[in-house]
């Protein structure tokens, strides 16, 4: 205790973190990376496979409703009316000539290492022979990209086919860049926060896929082989709404196919608590595909206070398209983010650099490009008009349809192998369970193990998660409400913290003050809001304050080590449970705030 109230945290994070991997997975990215690192991998969460299916399918998804039906539609024209009068702009279907508002024009200034160029290149998904007298610095360890001109001229010139073979899998953004003419399909493995299992993908395929994945990640980024990986401990920080199972099988696939030493849990958002040195906060978590909110109090998640809103960062992409084709800025190419991934790609680096909230009409000139089928990309230059609308969308979610990736069908229980969705915040966490008797000591599930040991545990009532269709100001205000104290209540508005990668949006924290406090009803004595400054990046607030929880509670009972685990599963008459890896004793809290 002394040590740690004396030591300089970066001393700390320097002996401890070396051999501490946080592991912070989401929808659409992962970020991963050694706690001693000061920012980690920030990589798409997904895998390209090689197939020979016929026909093929490019991407490997749900895709159960790729059609906004006519309700929908009028619901999402009235959303911006109601938006366009509040930013006063003109309404949908108004004339801008007629309007008496002044036009705004010109470029925006991006804050996003200064890259604004939106063309990408069509990977390279060839492995060559290394004793080939052809030399192509090509490797499955090591993408390459190039456009597809070029490679289709040396493929054909310089190669010849008894050299060349597909590559069995590509990951991270370079599966989100290969042209759909090549024979592979795309799998993301979660999706809108679960294991993203339908009937054309199984829990199998995706357990597969997340092992893939983060393996690669761990060869090839952090250079850790798999002989080594017993040196380390893994600090997986995951988001609220995975359930307890999906996290039963995280584990298992972190300590028995990953081979980790030891692992512990910990929740997303009170690790960004820690991410940003604070104690107490409303952490109001905006990712691609899903928006928490959770309040936490003194170092402790309050789980009454969870929200979970369906809607994040892409559905503000897919609105920018849908506003620009509206307003017919948008150039007459094929843009297709179901089949084209590397069209989502283009549109979120559009989102990125010129999207903000403020009044009055936003227009920017831009470079939009297509990628069609067997050529390079084209390029468009192009007027992008309303360019505040689609991120107020966050506070009218009925603007952003959920047109093209609904949530996992949670409820189809035939689908899934487990009922157990309990949130990973609940009581059932004190369970005590004892091992199957007729499950040998050497025996114990993984990825393609189809005997799992928890089927003897028991199995809880299905309880829907708190999900709401509601806009963000109505959520936090009703999550911080929830907590019943008007002295916590008064410190939670006056503490609402923004992560995640949507936080970085222009002129979001002067919006959401004032939107919060417009949504706090009359008869409540609160009539301050503030959104805090951020002291690190939003987007990597969370896997920062893993690493400092990690280094901080390194050695602690919560952590789960990889013998016990696969011979005992649950802490067979131990007195250690899950539940303590959310709560921080007194000896971190009083390090970070001393």
């Known amino acids: ?144 990209s190039q456009s597809l001109d070029q490679h289709v001229e040396t493929d054909s010139k310089e190669l010849s086919p008894s050299v ?33 299992i339908s009937q054309h993908y199984s829990m199998q395929q995706v357990l597969e896929d997340l092992h893939a994945i983060w393996d690669w990640i761990l060869i090839e980024k952090l250079h850790i082989p798999l002989s080594e990986r017993n040196l380390y401990s893994a600090i997986l920080v995951v988001p609220e709404t995975f359930d307890n199972r999906e996290i039963k099988d995280m584990l298992t696939m972190v300590l028995q196919d990953l081979r980790f030493g030891s692992a512990v849990v910990h929740q997303e958002g009170l690790a960004a608590v820690f991410g940003n040195g604070l104690s107490s906060a409303c952490v109001v978590n905006m990712g691609a595909q899903v928006t928490t909110i959770i309040c936490v109090e003194d170092g402790v998640a309050l789980p009454a206070t969870a929200k979970t809103l369906p809607f994040g960062g892409e559905d503000v992409s897919r609105c920018l398209l849908w506003t620009q084709r509206h307003h017919q800025t948008w150039p007459p190419i094929r843009t297709d983010i179901l089949s084209k991934p590397v069209d989502l790609l283009m549109l979120n680096r559009l989102k990125e650099f010129y999207c903000e909230i403020k009044e009055g009409e936003v227009d920017a000139v831009a470079v939009v490009h297509s990628y069609e089928e067997g050529t390079p990309a084209g390029s468009h230059k192009t007027r992008l008009t309303a360019l505040n609308v689609p991120p107020m969308g966050l506070f009218f979610p009925m603007l952003l349809v959920p047109d093209v990736y ?86 939670l508005f006056l503490s609402i913290q923004l992560v995640g990668g949507v936080a970085l949006t222009r002129g979001l924290v002067p919006a959401m003050e004032e939107r919060v406090l417009h949504a706090i009803p009359c008869n409540e ?38 013998e016990d685990w696969i011979n005992s599963g649950i802490f067979v008459a131990s007195g250690r449970k899950y539940k303590d890896s959310y709560y921080l004793q007194a000896q971190a809290m009083c390090y970070m705030n001393s």
């Not at 051999?19 to 990215?29: C, D, F, K, Q, T």
Request: aromatic share 8%; net charge neutral.
């Open 164 to 196: 060349i073979k597909y590559r069995q899998f590509i990951c991270g953004e370079d599966a989100l860049k290969i042209s759909p003419i090549e024979p592979y399909c795309l799998h993301r493995p979660i999706r809108r926060g679960h294991f993203n």
């Open 1 to 144: 205790m002394e040590y740690l109230k004396s030591v300089v945290p970066s001393q700390l994070i320097s002996e401890r973190g070396s051999n501490l991997v946080v592991i912070n997975p989401g929808s659409a990215n992962i970020r991963i990376g050694l706690a001693s690192q000061d920012a980690p991998f920030n990589i798409p969460h997904c895998i390209a496979r090689y197939t020979n299916q016929v026909p093929k399918r490019s991407v490997q998804d749900q895709m159960l409703n790729s059609q906004v039906t006519t309700a929908q539609h009028m619901e999402r024209e009235r959303a911006y009316d109601v938006i366009a009068s509040l930013i006063k702009i003109p309404f949908l279907d108004e004339e801008v000539a007629n309007n008496s508002f002044p036009r705004k024009m010109g470029r925006i200034d991006g804050h996003h290492n200064g890259k604004r160029d939106t063309v990408f290149t069509w990977t390279d998904v060839h492995e060559r022979d290394p004793t080939s007298s052809v030399t192509v610095e090509s490797s499955s360890s090591k993408d390459v």
């Open 406 to 491: 609904p949530p996992p069908p949670r409820a189809c229980d035939d689908i899934f192998r487990f009922h157990d969705h309990e949130d990973m915040l609940e009581e059932t966490w004190h369970t005590e369970y004892s091992r199957r008797p007729d499950l040998p000591d050497n025996v114990y599930p993984g990825v393609n193990v189809n005997f799992p040991m928890w089927d003897s545990y028991p199995v809880y009532a299905t309880k829907p998660k708190k999900e709401e269709n509601v806009g963000l100001a109505e959520a936090i205000t009703s999550s911080i409400l929830s907590t019943g104290r008007i002295d916590l209540q008064r410190k």
């Open 525 to 562: 004595a609160i009539d301050t809001v503030e959104v805090l400054q951020s002291r690190t990046n939003p987007s990597f607030a969370s896997w920062k304050g893993g690493a400092i929880i990690g280094v901080l509670d390194f050695g602690r009972d919560a952590w789960i080590h990889r």
